[in-house]
């Protein structure tokens, strides 16, 4: 484990340990009936919920062993060309970057949404003070039900989720840090997990960001994933390393 420790560079090693112990942190504090997701979790800016830190903490937060996992051996696997190239302090700022960035296509987007559900809601009827308090009250579980205007319930449960759901994980970072590992090393050929098949880095990069693309714009109801965040972090990765590989050459 030293060794392996070791042999990383700095910052995807200490990137690495924040997430695990977060992700512990996180796991105990849940048992104990602390709701580390609902409070360092990333929410839409016009939830009631949202802080302006979530913008940073939400990025070392995941919902689950196998979230975190591939996003861990992905920083590892593919940040750690980026840091050799680039060094620590542009590395460091290109992660921020992009989980930031991430964040925040994916946020704009769901304003956007939560606004309009609000202008149903209050076309409807409905006081969005009160509704809110009812909704927080169900959430910290004073009560299990409210009364709803008929006709409303989809509506009412589109609300609650957008409010009340918070986005996490670093995936929008990893994102970025693909994109970046398939500019800069594009013919390098990399082994998938599953299927166990070669490919070509930059033919990864595509396929992953044509799925988060294709995925954004499709209206699943079972599907927690945030796409956006990936495409926001694949956008401004892209756009970044751009900038900084401008008239650099690029390696195999």
């Known amino acids: 484990m030293n060794n392996l420790l070791g042999n990383m560079p700095p910052v995807v090693k200490n990137l690495l340990l924040l997430n695990v112990i977060m992700f512990i942190v996180t796991q105990l504090g849940e048992m104990q009936g602390i709701p580390m997701t609902y409070l360092l979790g990333g929410y839409v800016f016009n939830s009631p919920y949202f802080e302006p830190y979530q913008m940073v903490t939400h990025f070392f937060m995941h919902g689950g062993i196998f979230h975190i996992f591939f996003n861990m051996f992905a920083l590892v696997v593919f940040g750690s060309a980026l840091e050799q190239v680039w060094g620590p302090k542009r590395f460091f700022i290109f992660y921020v970057a992009t989980a930031i960035g991430a964040f925040f296509l994916h946020q704009i987007v769901g304003y956007i ?131 900084w590989q401008k008239d650099k050459r690029k390696f195999y």
Do not use: C
């Not at 003070?129 to 009412?156: E, K």
């Not at 996490?168 to 970072?173: E, L, N, P, Q, R």
């Not at 990864?204 to 499709?218: E, K, W």
């Open 113 to 243: 949404e939560v606004a309009a559900i609000e202008s149903d809601l209050i076309a409807a009827g409905y006081d969005l003070y009160n509704l809110q308090d009812n909704i927080a009250q169900l959430r910290d579980g004073s009560i299990n039900t409210f009364n709803i205007i008929p006709g409303t319930n989809n509506l009412v449960q589109d609300y609650i989720s957008g409010i009340s759901v918070p986005v996490v994980g670093a995936s929008g970072a990893v994102y970025g840090v693909l994109v970046g590992f398939g500019y800069l090393f594009p013919n390098t050929r990399l082994m998938l997990l599953f299927p166990p098949i070669p490919i070509k880095a930059k033919w990864l990069v595509m396929i992953m960001v044509g799925i988060a693309f294709y995925n954004s714009f499709q209206n699943n109801p079972g599907d927690n994933i945030a796409h956006l965040a990936h495409l926001g972090g694949a956008i401004v990765g892209f756009i970044i390393v751009l900038i």
